[in-house]
């Protein structure tokens, strides 16, 4: 992908002057950074702050944080990747449609063997008797039948869990 060094210099003028927190980050903007220079580009650009922030947004069902963690998964690695696993996966709990749609999309992202499980690192049991309550309730809603295989596998998870 060719990129126009006045183009480049904006983006990193418009990363330098973001908050920590991350709050004038938006989904639109951050779709426009990641179609222009790629999701390896605006990643290693994110502050930790900047990047919890849109995990946040995403982990709460918004579909449009949910496409933005997706574009991202494929310029991240390590903690960052397993970041945006576990706010995919508590996204589950609230908008399973949209999480059973991005997987569908694009099969590189975590299948439903990987989300329909809580991620979180050594969660209690009362939390994974919470999450799988949740997740198996929003999971068995979910109608749409070109998103059935989703469905299943992800109650089958659930039920093993």
């Not at 990643?43 to 922030?53: A, G, M, V």
């Not at 694009?106 to 997740?135: G, N, V």
């Amino acid at each position: 992908m060719k990129r126009s060094i006045p183009l480049r210099a904006a983006l990193l003028a418009c990363f330098a002057a973001m908050p920590a927190s991350g709050r004038q980050l938006t989904p639109t903007t951050l779709q426009q950074m990641i179609g222009h220079d790629g999701a390896a580009f605006v990643d290693h650009r994110l502050s930790e702050p900047q990047f919890d922030h849109i995990l946040d947004e995403a982990a709460k069902g918004d579909v449009r944080w949910l496409n933005v963690v997706a574009a991202l998964y494929h310029g991240t690695d390590g903690a960052r990747a397993e970041g945006i696993s576990k706010a995919l996966s508590d996204a589950l709990q609230i908008n399973p449609h949209a999480v059973f749609s991005l997987e569908r999309a694009d099969s590189r992202l975590p299948r439903p063997a990987w989300l329909c499980q809580d991620r979180a690192i050594e969660p209690r049991t009362a939390d994974l008797t919470r999450f799988r309550e949740r997740a198996s309730r929003a999971v068995h809603a979910v109608n749409d039948p070109a998103l059935r295989q989703y469905k299943q596998r992800c109650l089958a998870v659930l039920a093993r869990s």
